[in-house]
């Protein structure tokens, strides 16, 4: 397992009109997610349509994103390669992540996002897996905030209270509780319309040191 977890790296240069192209163009497949489940017949056609055309429109007007500022610009890492985020929660070039905005840092984090169609379980509602990742995702960068190393998942335990509603905004909320050691334990919630819609408590463990001076988790 790698010590950065979900940040792997990659050789060509990027520029950030490169990043910034990536993230338009997940923002898109994301749109395009939701119109694949929602509409059907000419709608369905007109919708596949107009996404193709706002990527072509990307591709071929080099003008087109240039007031966009990538949320995650170029990193290199050590050997000068760049760093790719490819986290399905976190990061914004990944289709798969739900356009959620950070507001806070520190002893409390908090994301906030509404979900779109293609994260329904029960009509309407968040499917619950979604429920736990999001909850992993919010206690650990609250177990990151309070540490100065990587932390994995040990143990999570998700109470679906009521359901997590589809478009509406959510408050996905993150906090430490205790640490001793290489343990950290953090608690947290879903909240919507004022109401806790599912909690969550857990474990986070920092691998033994190696050696070298580094983590492992392996
Ligand atoms: C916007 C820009 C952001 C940029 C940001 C970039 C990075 C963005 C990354 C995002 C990332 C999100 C990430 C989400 C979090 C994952 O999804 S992580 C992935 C899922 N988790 C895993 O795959 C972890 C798999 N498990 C493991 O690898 C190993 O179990 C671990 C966690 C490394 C621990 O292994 P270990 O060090 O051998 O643990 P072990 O010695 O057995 O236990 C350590 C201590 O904990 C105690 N312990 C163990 N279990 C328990 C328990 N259940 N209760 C109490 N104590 C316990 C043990 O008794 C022991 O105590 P001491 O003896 O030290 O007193």
Redo the contacts with the bound molecule.
Sequence with gaps: ?SD????DSRPAPESSEDSALAEYVAEVCRRLSAGLLRETGDDLRSVVAAEVRSVQWALEDPAALRDRVP??PPRLDHRGRVRM?T?P???QRNPLAPPLT?VSDGDECEFRVTLPLQYQGPRNMLHGGYVGVLL??VL??AV?HASTG??????LTVTYERPVPLFEELRIVGRVVEA????TFAEGEIVAGGQVCARATG??????PRRDGHGS??
């Design positions: 397992m950065l977890l979900d940040v949320v995650h985020f986290n929660v976190l990061s950070h992993d995702d650990w960068y990151r990587i932390s994995f998942t040990r143990e001793e050691g290489r343990k474990l986070w463990i920092a691998p033994k988790a392996g």
